[in-house]
């Protein structure tokens, strides 16, 4: 199976800012205390292999849970965060102000989105969908973990379910929560979507 991993919480998320690519946003201690909960959940789950976004909110969520796994992590640039383009660092009240539900725009594909820089829905798909295939082939019966962002994730959830646009927006992956995908030779399978420790069941996304 392959267990989709968004990083805890960062930095951005709690000041609400898409922060894209850019460097030096970290883990709050929430969210590293999200990621060592993380962790104790997936140690249990023979895990061969950790690949990781670049992005460093990824990366300090990999690192955790490799630790519980015993696993170092791997660094895959096809899990890397979407380009943000000329949103990159702006709030998000003052995106939607400006260019209205950009979040929505972006599933749907809208030229806006591409006019302001940011990678295309379909491209994150694109990268999602060949790390998917390249983990299938190379591991073969085995459980691999691959930390993420919330739309690489959305990006592989959407295609097992057929997820339209405004599904998809509403759709929200939890930080630092456990999302499986079981598969066969044709199909894919969603077996677990946003799990976490019950501890954070109280939480809103």
Known sequence: MIIFLRHGEAENNVKKILAGRTPGINLTEQGKQQAEQAGEMIK?????????SPIDRAMQTAEIVGKHCDVKPILDDRLIELDMGKFTMVPYTEIFKNHG??????YEGSLEISHNGVESFAQVQKRVFDIVDFVKNKHKGENVVLVTHMDPIKAMIGKVLSLK?????????????????KYDEQNFYLSSINSMDSSRFHETF
């Open 165 to 181: 646009p405004e599904v998809l927006f509403e759709l929200i992956i939890a930080n630092a929560s456990l999302n499986i995908i």
């Open 44 to 52: 249990s789950l023979n895990i061969s292999t950790i690949y990781s």
């Open 101 to 106: 539900n950009v979040f929505l725009k972006f």
